[in-house]
């Protein structure tokens, strides 16, 4: 279950006046860039791709944290009811299924790693894990940049961005673009 895109900008528009900073923006971005691809294809749904877009990162109202954010996200969605988008919550830093591929510090308790260990553990990835990894991958607070950058940015505030993780984002860009019929940038500049 997810919320509709009302209801999703109200959970947003609150959780930036607890914590307001540029992942708002980049949230917008990202639900802008997953609700034009998903709209390509015909069996996604564009207004679901939007909400979880705009909520990936919704565990950032709860403070400046790195994966603090993904389990706060989990949690709240999850006791909100919103299944579908704590999936996501706990997908969208995981192109590949490895918690020990995160980039950022591991600011939560031994417990609340594993809970997301163990959630992810259980998955299997659908299109819209996948999309919103992709998204997430190429929308910034300034708008949609190529992933190269994007990745390039992260690994020059981080020291490190995993290879076989740089390669599996670009298969995912390479996958959506093959499903759209044409490369995913020139469906997000079509106005």
């Known amino acids: 279950m997810f919320p509709d895109r009302a209801e999703a900008k109200k959970l947003l528009a609150d959780a ?16 802008f860039c997953a ?15 939007f909400v979880l ?6 565990g950032r109202k709860f403070g400046v944290k790195h994966f603090g ?22 997908s969208h830093s995981f192109s590949i299924q490895r918690i020990e ?17 163990d959630y992810l553990g259980q998955l299997v990835y659908d299109d819209y894990d996948r999309l919103i ?7 910034s607070a300034e708008g949609v940049v190529s992933m190269e950058e ?21 298969q995912l860009k390479d996958y ?3 499903k759209i019929g044409r490369d995913v940038y020139s469906a997000l500049q079509d106005s």
């Open 16 to 31: 930036e006046l607890h914590n307001p900073g540029a992942w708002v923006r980049h949230s917008e971005v990202v639900a």
């Open 176 to 178: 959506f673009s093959e």
């Open 150 to 170: 994007r990745m390039g940015d992260v690994k020059r505030r981080y020291g490190a961005f995993p290879q076989d993780k740089w390669d599996k984002n670009l």
């Open 53 to 58: 877009g705009l909520l990936h990162d919704i």
């Open 133 to 139: 990894q992709l998204c997430d991958a190429i929308g």
């Open 69 to 90: 954010h993904i389990y706060d996200g989990y949690r709240y969605m999850t006791e909100l009811g919103y299944d579908e988008v704590a999936r996501i919550c706990a």
């Open 101 to 117: 591929d995160y980039i950022g510090n591991f600011d939560v308790t031994k417990e609340q790693q594993k809970v997301i260990e």
């Open 35 to 49: 609700e034009r691809i998903a709209g390509e294809c015909p069996d996604m749904d564009a207004e679901k791709a």
